[in-house]
């Protein structure tokens, strides 16, 4: 079982920058693809940023050039940053974790409870 602990939400401006970290249980080495996904209230949950073991990236449009995920093995973290943000990336922010990427950007095995993003205008 892998436990994943969100952390680093809160509510900041539009255009400014906020950054995510997701503290894992297991090494995420072993994990092999964690992600971020988000859900807005009346709307259903969406993959926002996936990355595998060896650094491959998949990123949902909307957020391309904006957001970039990363992962720090020593420290079993992944991360998000967050920068040019819009009030339409408020959401509850999710790490899901899988063993492969295909699984964590269809039906992740391993969730986090969420962290609530909240962007002003």
């Known amino acids: 079982q892998v436990q994943l602990v969100e952390s680093g939400g809160g509510l900041v401006q539009a255009g400014g920058s906020l950054r995510l970290s997701c503290a894992a249980s297991l090494t995420i080495y072993s994990i092999n693809a964690m992600g971020w996904y988000r859900q807005a209230p009346g709307k259903q949950r969406e993959l926002v940023a996936a990355?595998?073991?060896?650094?491959?990236?998949n990123y949902a449009d909307s957020v391309k050039g904006r957001f970039t995920i990363s992962r720090d093995n020593a420290k079993n973290t992944v991360y998000l940053q967050m920068n040019s943000l819009k009030p339409e990336d408020t959401a509850v922010y999710y790490c899901?974790?899988?063993?492969?990427?295909?699984?964590?950007?269809?039906?992740?095995?391993?969730w986090g409870r969420g962290t609530q993003v909240t962007v002003s205008s």
């Open positions: 899901a974790a899988d063993h492969s990427l295909l699984g964590v950007t269809t039906t992740p095995r391993f």
């Open positions: 990355i595998t073991s060896g650094g491959s990236t």
